[in-house]
C-alpha cells in the first residue's frame, strides 16, 4: 500500500498565518512588478504563463496586468482564495487552482513560462516539483526558480527584511521565522544543481542574490 507523502514542510499556509502573509508581501509589491516585468520579457505578448505556490497571488496579478495569460497552483485553500479575491479586486484575470507542485493540474508542454518564487524549500518532492515545472513547458519555454540560500547571513537577512518596510512587529516574527525555519528548509547551491540535474534539467543557469538565488532552464 502507497502512503500518499504530505506535500509541503511544516504548518500549512492556511487560515490567519495566509491571511498574514498577504497582508506582509503587500509592502513587496515594488519587487513583484519588477519581476512580473522580466518575466514578460521573456514570455512574450499574450504567453502562457504558470506561477507555482503564488500565495496571495501579486506576482500572478501583476503578470495579467502586463497582458500575460496566467495561471497558478497552490497547495494552500486559503492562498487560493485569497489570490482569487486580490485577482478581482485588481480586475485582472487569472486562474487560481488547488493543487500539488508535484503533480501540476496542468496540461503537458502548455505553458511559455513557469515561475516559482520563495517557495521551493517547503516542498516535500523538490525533485518532483522541477520534472512537473519542465513537463509543463512548451519547447523552447522556460523555467525560473527563485528562494532563499542556506549560507544566508544574519546581516544580509537583515537588511533584506528590513527593506520590507513592515512594522518593528513585524521585522521581529518575520526575522524569527527566517532564521529559525525558512534558512533550515533552503537548500545549498550545489544541492539545487544536483536536484536540477536530477530532474532533467539542463544548461541551468543560477544567479545568486544577497538572500537567495535565481536558477533559470530552457526546456
Known amino acids: 500500500m502507497t502512503t500518499a507523502v504530505k506535500a509541503y514542510k511544516g504548518m500549512g499556509m492556511e487560515g490567519g498565518i495566509a491571511r498574514w502573509y498577504d497582508r506582509t508581501t503587500r509592502k513587496d509589491m515594488p519587487a513583484f512588478r519588477e519581476l512580473s516585468a522580466q518575466i514578460a520579457s521573456v514570455a512574450g505578448a499574450g504567453g502562457r504563463v504558470l506561477e507555482v505556490a503564488p500565495g496571495p497571488g501579486f506576482l500572478s496579478i501583476e503578470m495579467a496586468k502586463r497582458g500575460l495569460d496566467v495561471q497558478a497552483v497552490d497547495i494552500s485553500r486559503t492562498f487560493v482564495e485569497i489570490a482569487r479575491r486580490n485577482a478581482a479586486e485588481a480586475r485582472v484575470r487569472a486562474v487560481f487552482m488547488e493543487g500539488n507542485a508535484a503533480e501540476l493540474p496542468v496540461l503537458s508542454e502548455s505553458t511559455d513560462f513557469v515561475a516559482c518564487r520563495a517557495a521551493f524549500k517547503n516542498f516535500t518532492e523538490p525533485v518532483k516539483a522541477m520534472q512537473e515545472m519542465l513537463r509543463v513547458l512548451r519547447p523552447g519555454g522556460t523555467v ?32 524569527a521565522t527566517f532564521r529559525g525555519m525558512l534558512i533550515k528548509r533552503a537548500y545549498p547551491l550545489e544541492e539545487i544543481k544536483r536536484m536540477a540535474a536530477e530532474a532533467g534539467w539542463k544548461d541551468v543557469r543560477i544567479e545568486t542574490t544577497p538572500v537567495g538565488f535565481a536558477a533559470w532552464v530552457t526546456k
Open 144 to 175: 525560473m526558480l527563485i528562494d532563499m540560500r542556506r549560507d544566508v547571513s544574519v546581516d544580509e537577512l537583515r537588511k533584506y527584511i528590513n527593506g520590507w518596510g513592515v512594522s518593528w512587529f513585524n521585522r521581529k516574527v518575520m526575522m
